[in-house]
């Protein structure tokens, strides 16, 4: 009797034990693992050659077609999302100094409160491999070193953007370099190191990857001049899509320029020779992207070994777009293109859709408090935080702090547009805010331009942007549009996710554009100044920007200033175009420094690295860490971003 109870006894203890380890796992915290590539197109169909991203992303995810960058370009929009914050709000608005890079993100602070640290304190294990941001170098790698990872492989300057070369920084320890390899390859198998050390561990693990691909490459030419180039891909990918082009859309090089703010009325339409150059980036760009794809396949077989699967959000983004040749625009980023601004977002994980297709807006700066939503972190974000939560499953769906409904804006400031693997830039300043509302009943684009001028797309009914209805559209329209992008053009926090509670703090049933437009508000928006910049800058000053919330109603003034900007601005820039030569050579004693990490004899990456690559790290010499350069000095960023 006494064996029969003892025995009883253990079985209902073993019982309990495995029911006490099943609800523990069940509580577990989700991973999350957030695959960010650079200067991705989404418009341009490159996810349609990423076999992997298809098979286990687009066909057992979600794929959200109004996910928006606020800021084409590289440093800003990273940060932003980084932050959870427009760039207006970052203050970080170029690539470069003075107004971008990591120097300045750290003397405004920016790295003492942002996502990884908010992770960290939600229990979370974060990890990050990869290309931080512009400026993240051999001379500051460690000045300070990236708060808030427990483990961090940074890409570092002046070699991030050259494919045949991987320099590394490793949690602040002096930079190793890797010979004859191709970098996306050494990012991919410290990717598959990190997997296999974070999964061995308790906690739940961020690890976020950022491959360079597929920016352009950036070399130092014969004359010592700065210059980009075609993205360089892997030897074993370099005979794919011999014959794939641009897809030629209606508004790919068009006979008619029929988008003319600013420098767009300057461009002539591309000749054959600059198509079939297009066509070729396009190509390498697609075949760059192929060792990203690799690394998404390895990332899912990974988590199908260890059982993390079912337990493990997977993001997949870029920074920004890339536009070739619509609206006869060479190479590049940083304009209100659709294809710029769009960008993809695929997300897979517990309770999200499988090949589906979601409508919901949203922007990167609503990642950040996305993802912490996910951690369970909520009570770690500042009030400060622009974004919102996005709806991606049930739950997130009644978050307290939804993502905007269906508006957001974007931004831009500076002297002139930038073409890649070109040396040229385009006259007319390339500074202006776009405010975008999309829902079910429209699709609006609203931009105006620090030059006065106005566009208004209804890319609904014209996704091409063939046709700017600024002065035909009805004032209903344009007075709100213009009264929406006065809110957000300098919006914080709760005002960039709800706007329409600053323009109707006294009607909650005002919630859309739809709403608004009630025509028993037409007296109200007939109250509104008009939004105008005072003179075109490249950087952002909020007095500069006129109308502010506050200022913003025509009795609030009694003298509107004079607009300064005119003809002698277009003039100027003209002039100081043809006397300035735009090329900026690097010091002999500076590119021999570069060549402290030797370039490769021949084409790299013809099989992926395996599992022992790291005792092939080599330090580099210390002549490169004592020597401190300013590479953006010499235009090291100039003319790929």
Not at 93 to 120: A, C, H, M
Not at 559 to 577: K, L
């Amino acid at each position: 009797m006494k064996t029969a109870s003892l025995l009883l006894l253990g079985a209902i203890l073993a019982l309990t034990s495995v029911n006490a380890q099943k609800h523990t796992e069940a509580k577990k915290k989700p991973n999350i693992i957030f695959i960010f590539t650079d200067d991705q197109d989404h418009k341009l169909d490159s996810l349609k050659y990423m076999p992997n991203v298809q098979k286990y992303l687009i066909d057992e995810g979600t794929v959200y077609e109004n996910h928006y960058a606020t800021i084409a370009v590289c440093c800003p929009s990273r940060v932003g999302l980084l932050r959870g914050q427009y760039a207006h709000n970052t203050n970080i608005t170029d690539v470069s100094p003075p107004y971008g890079g990591y120097e300045r993100f750290n003397t405004l602070k920016l790295g003492e409160d942002y996502l990884p640290i908010w992770l960290q304190k939600s229990g979370y294990n974060t990890n990050y491999i990869g290309k931080l941001m512009n400026q993240y170098s051999v001379n500051n790698y460690n000045n300070p070193t990236p708060r808030g990872f427990n483990h961090q492989d940074q890409l570092v300057d002046p070699y991030t953007y050259i494919y045949n070369s991987a320099v590394f920084s490793v949690n602040g320890e002096p930079p190793v370099y890797y010979k004859d390899v191709y970098q996306t390859d050494v990012v991919h198998a410290k990717t598959r190191a990190a997997l296999k050390r974070v999964q061995a561990q308790e906690d739940p693990f961020f690890l976020w990857v950022a491959p360079m691909a597929p920016h352009g490459q950036f070399e130092v030419g014969k004359d010592g001049a700065m210059k980009t180039s075609d993205p360089i891909p892997a030897a074993r990918h370099a005979h794919l899509f011999k014959d794939v082009k641009v897809p030629r859309t209606p508004h790919f090089n068009p006979d008619q320029q029929v988008k003319t703010a600013s420098y767009w009325k300057t461009l002539e339409k591309l000749n054959a020779t600059l198509v079939e150059a297009l066509d070729e980036t396009y190509r390498n760009r697609l075949r760059a992207l192929q060792s990203v794809d690799e690394i998404v396949g390895t990332i899912f077989e990974e988590l199908e070994k260890s059982g993390e699967l079912d337990n493990t959000f997977v993001f997949y983004s870029a920074d920004n777009g890339y536009h070739l040749g619509q609206h006869r625009a060479y190479p590049g980023k940083c304009t209100n293109l659709e294809e710029d601004i769009n960008v993809p977002l695929i997300v897979r994980g517990p309770g999200i859709g499988k090949g589906k297709v979601s409508q919901v807006v949203s922007a990167h700066h609503d990642l950040a408090p996305t993802f912490v939503a996910i951690a369970g972190g909520d009570e770690h974000i500042p009030s400060w935080v622009d974004g919102g939560v996005m709806p991606l499953t049930k739950e997130l769906a009644r978050h307290r702090k939804p993502v905007s409904k269906e508006s957001f804006s974007v931004e831009f400031w500076n002297s002139r547009l930038f073409a890649e693997n070109y040396n040229i830039g385009f006259e007319g300043p390339n500074t202006y805010k776009t405010l975008r509302v999309i829902s079910e009943d429209y699709n609006y684009m609203y931009s105006v331009w620090c030059t006065g001028e106005h566009e208004f797309y209804d890319l609904k009914n014209d996704p091409y942007e063939m046709k700017n209805l600024y002065t035909d559209v009805h004032s209903q329209i344009v007075n709100r549009l213009d009264a929406l992008l006065v809110v957000l053009k300098s919006c914080r926090a709760e005002t960039c996710r709800d706007p329409w509670r600053i323009l109707h703090p006294n009607d909650k049933n005002v919630k859309t554009l739809k709403d608004a437009l009630h025509k028993k508000y037409d007296a109200h928006y007939s109250q509104f100044r008009k939004i105008q910049f005072e003179e075109c800058l490249d950087f952002y000053a909020a007095t500069n920007e006129s109308p502010v919330i506050g200022q913003h109603f025509v009795s609030n003034i009694t003298e509107i200033p004079p607009r300064r900007i005119t003809q002698q601005y277009f003039q100027r820039r003209i002039s100081d175009s043809a006397n300035t030569d735009s090329k900026v050579i690097i010091p002999k004693e500076y590119h021999e420094l570069m060549k402290l990490v030797p370039e490769p004899e021949q084409a790299v990456g013809q099989t992926i690295l395996d599992e022992n690559f790291e005792k092939d790290a080599i330090p580099v010499d210390v002549k490169l860490l004592e020597n401190p350069v300013n590479w953006a000095e010499y235009n090291f960023y100039g003319f790929g971003n």
